[in-house]
């Protein structure tokens, strides 16, 4: 009895297991790939190897569109995508980069007349600097051309000029080329100072609107101009 019992179940486990073979074997072969060969639609339970790369259609038992594998790209094809990503992926590096600067500039201002109270005091204490280096300058003439004089006398007369007033006008004339030339430095600073202050009052501007790391090309400016003009001033 318990032997014709194990044949019986064995003979199922057969049965069950040729059964799900034959219904694989059906559903595989209820696929059909449609491609293309010289312009001509194909149907088929299979494909070419050497066809695989131009791309087709995997339709199913009820001939509908199960799947689609995408033509592989070309040589052409493949340097444009790998120039895209390479373009992209120095956009993000540019965003990562001015995300890190807005960042430390709304740390220093929160609105765009923090930037202009800065730039001028900053432009305040420079013109003080050049102011006080130019009454230093004009009193340097002076004395160079009261030693000028000096010095003339003796010339004139055929005489050589003594050592202490030849000193003098050497150490004045080379105080007085310092003073000059840090005269020009500090203009040269003012108008650097000018610029860098009218960048960070521009971008805090934008930063009202946009997220840091917003890049220019992203920007609307007459956004940002509307939302400047409707937003009242902040007084401090």
């Avoid at 010339?155 to 050497?170: A, F």
């Avoid at 600073?189 to 805090?204: F, K």
């Avoid at 220019?216 to 003009?229: A, I």
């Amino acid at each position: 009895m318990r032997m014709c019992w194990s044949g019986r179940l064995a003979s199922g486990r057969l049965l069950i297991f040729l059964l799900g073979s034959l219904l694989a074997t059906e559903a595989m072969a209820a696929k059909l790939y449609r491609f293309q060969v010289d312009g001509r639609t194909v149907l088929r339970d299979r494909i070419p190897a050497e066809l695989l790369g131009q791309g087709y259609e995997v339709l199913g038992s009820n001939g509908m569109v199960i799947d689609v594998v995408p033509p592989a790209p070309t040589a052409e094809e493949l340097v444009v995508r790998r120039t895209k990503e390479a373009a992209e992926q120095q956009r993000q590096e540019k965003m990562a980069q001015q995300k890190e600067a807005d960042i430390n500039l709304l740390r220093l201002y929160e609105q765009p007349s923090d930037v202009e109270r800065a730039r001028l005091r900053k432009a305040e204490e420079v013109g003080t600097y050049i102011s006080l280096q130019e009454r230093r300058q004009e009193a340097l003439e002076q004395k160079l051309a009261q030693a000028q004089r000096q010095a003339e006398g003796f010339t004139s007369r055929g005489v050589e000029v003594p050592g202490d007033i030849q000193q003098e006008l050497n150490e004045v004339s080379g105080v007085l080329a310092d003073s000059k030339r840090d005269i020009r430095d500090r203009r040269t600073e003012l108008g650097r100072i000018t610029r860098e202050y009218a960048e960070q009052y521009e971008r805090v501007r934008i930063l009202q609107v946009y997220p840091p790391g917003t890049l220019y090309d992203e920007v609307d400016f007459e956004r940002v101009d509307r939302f400047s003009k409707a937003k009242p001033p902040v007084s401090r």
